[in-house]
């Protein structure tokens, strides 16, 4: 008779032991364990913080770990750097993208190993072998288009094309779904459970609970940086949260409706070529005023000409009935518009400085307005907002970069949170953020309303525009194709709005 412990050892890929990982000031990982089987997707799930990069950075060559074992292929290892991992046949794809945006497609799918012909980069083996692995990954890019023009959702796909061009063993996928439209989603699941079919072992990172039991098999929950259960990805989903945040969610969506006061945002024909066209609504104080669509129906092209980040060339914009002009910042900040821009990384933070100075960036602007910042005021309510929305950090010193890609997002909010804006615009806000963390961030934004501010919500995420907006607005192809009240509003009826004129009806981008 064969040993249980032992069979079962022999089915393992690779296997950690009691891991530890601290940064000053951080247990980032406080005794983890975790074991991978080669054909099965493992989901590592736990709040914004809790150590799920930290780990698999451990993994994959980035980071060294204080103490603990890592053991692949039943032998125990070191893995020091990129290619140790490499080498070992372990591949990732990282939260934050490492793609070069400079370079062309193919460029970045080989980078650091282009095919090479008497010493030179073989430029046509390499695009048509881009092309090949675009095509497996069923990603929408040419190989010679430069990456920085691609836009998140394709560069993630791209991420995933370059990890399949390295014929893992093991494939490391830190929130691949975070950024991806649900038709990408569909599409990236067929390619994940390709590779499970053939043996690949899969490291699964998300903060949507409703993809677990759809691609899952195994789950190991992390909070504080100690695994507390591995669970079958069948597991109900109030249990799961039960043991990621350590008590159970009453209501995820916890709006609370105040009375809508005076229009303070006005919005009338608004349009610009080959983006929007005859965009007309209003935002009242006290509203929650949901903006959905399909990605690329021009929402967030809207919100960014709204807030003067661009321009645009038809209608008006009207706030507390004062007109802004098109593509003045300056104009809209100090008439008290905000904006959680979609992209944190590129348009919300700054890295390098600390936490303490992202939140006070909007408020320090207008603040030394009138020649008089009052410093410590200021941390003391960068400390509070902090608070408020349980930002996982060493302190208001920490610099932005080093913080967990979930709590990056809570600083772009918690910064225009404190900045107080009347008319408050969120793109897409709760991107990465942890089930826990979501509520915290509804409740701010009852708070707000119920103080007379006036919010734009922008999101993907169909029950949170659901469940938090007062009025649904829905584009399609550059154009408002429906409003839907509170009541009204379902994932079917907004839907329906949502491809109505995409498939028909003229569309601004077609310049009628
Ligand atoms: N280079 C670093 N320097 C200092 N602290 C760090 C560094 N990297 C991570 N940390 C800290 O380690 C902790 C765990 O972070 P990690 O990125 O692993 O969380 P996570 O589980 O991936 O969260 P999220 O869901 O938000 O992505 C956080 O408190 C983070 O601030
Ligand atoms: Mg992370």
């Known amino acids: 008779m064969t040993d249980e412990s032992e069979s079962s050892a022999g089915?393992?890929?690779?296997?950690?032991?009691?891991?530890?990982?601290?940064?000053?000031?951080?247990?980032?990982?406080?005794?983890?364990?975790?074991?991978?089987?080669?054909?099965e997707v493992h989901v590592l799930l736990g709040e914004n913080g809790a150590g799920k990069s930290t780990l698999i950075k451990a993994l994959s060559g980035a980071h060294r770990p204080d103490s603990g074992r890592i053991v692949v292929d039943g032998a125990e290892t070191e893995i020091r750097s990129a290619q140790d991992a490499q080498r070992l046949g372990i591949a990732t794809i990282y939260q934050e993208f490492n793609l070069v945006p400079e370079l062309t497609v193919a460029e970045n799918l080989f980078l650091g190993r282009q095919p090479r012909k008497f010493g030179l980069i073989d430029?046509?083996?390499?695009?048509?072998?881009?092309?090949?692995?675009?095509?497996?990954?069923?990603?929408d890019a040419e190989p010679g288009q430069r990456m920085g023009d691609l836009g998140i959702a394709r560069s993630q796909m791209v991420e995933i094309a370059k990890a399949l061009g390295q014929d893992a063993r093991v494939l490391i996928m830190d929130e691949p779904t975070a950024v991806l439209t649900t038709g990408e989603v569909d599409r990236l699941f067929e390619i994940v459970r390709r590779l499970r079919e053939r043996g690949v072992a899969i490291v699964f990172i998300t903060h949507h609970l409703e993809e677990i039991p759809r691609i899952g098999d195994r789950v190991t929950v992390l909070r504080d940086g100690r695994s507390v259960g591995e669970v079958p990805a069948g597991t109900p989903e109030d249990e799961l949260v039960r043991l990621m945040v350590g008590r159970s969610i009453e209501q995820q969506y916890p709006r609370e409706r105040s009375e809508a006061g005076a229009a303070l945002l006005q919005v009338r024909g608004l349009g610009r070529d080959g983006a929007f066209a005859d965009v007309s609504f209003e935002v009242r104080a006290g509203e929650v005023v949901g903006l959905a669509g399909l990605v690329g129906a021009g929402r967030t092209e809207v919100a960014r000409a709204i807030f003067g980040a661009d321009r645009y060339d038809g209608g008006e914009v009207l706030v507390e009935g004062r007109r802004l002009r098109s593509g003045d910042v300056h104009a809209a900040l100090e008439a008290g518009v905000g904006l959680v821009p979609e992209d944190r990384k590129g348009q919300g933070l700054v890295l390098?400085?600390?936490?303490?100075?992202?939140?006070?960036?909007?408020?320090?602007?207008?603040?030394?307005?009138?020649?008089?910042?009052?410093?410590?005021?200021?941390?003391?309510?960068?400390?509070?907002?902090?608070?408020?929305?349980?930002?996982?950090?060493?302190?208001?010193?920490?610099?932005?970069?080093?913080?967990?890609?979930?709590?990056q997002q809570k600083i772009v909010i918690g910064k225009w949170l404190l900045a107080d804006a009347k008319v408050l615009i969120l793109d897409e806000p709760t991107r990465g953020i942890d089930v826990g963390a979501k509520v915290e961030i509804y409740q701010l934004i009852n708070t707000l309303t119920a103080s007379g501010h006036a919010v734009l919500m922008i999101s993907s995420d169909l029950p949170e525009v659901l469940g938090m907006s007062d009025r649904v607005l829905v584009m399609a192809r550059g154009r408002l194709a429906g409003e839907l009240s509170a009541d009204e509003a379902t994932q079917d009826s907004v839907m329906a709005l949502a491809v109505s004129e995409a498939k028909g009806g003229t569309a601004a981008v077609e310049g009628s």
């Open 11 to 39: 089915r393992e890929i690779l296997r950690v032991h009691d891991l530890r990982k601290t940064f000053p000031g951080v247990v980032a990982l406080d005794g983890v364990d975790f074991d991978l089987r080669p054909g």
């Open 123 to 139: 430029k046509r083996r390499m695009e048509r072998e881009a092309r090949e692995l675009l095509e497996r990954a069923g990603v």
């Open 352 to 407: 390098e400085a600390d936490v303490g100075e992202n939140l006070g960036l909007v408020t320090l602007g207008r603040a030394s307005h009138g020649g008089f910042v009052d410093r410590s005021g200021q941390r003391g309510a960068a400390a509070d907002i902090a608070g408020k929305l349980n930002v996982r950090m060493s302190g208001l010193r920490q610099e932005v970069a080093t913080l967990s890609g979930g709590n």
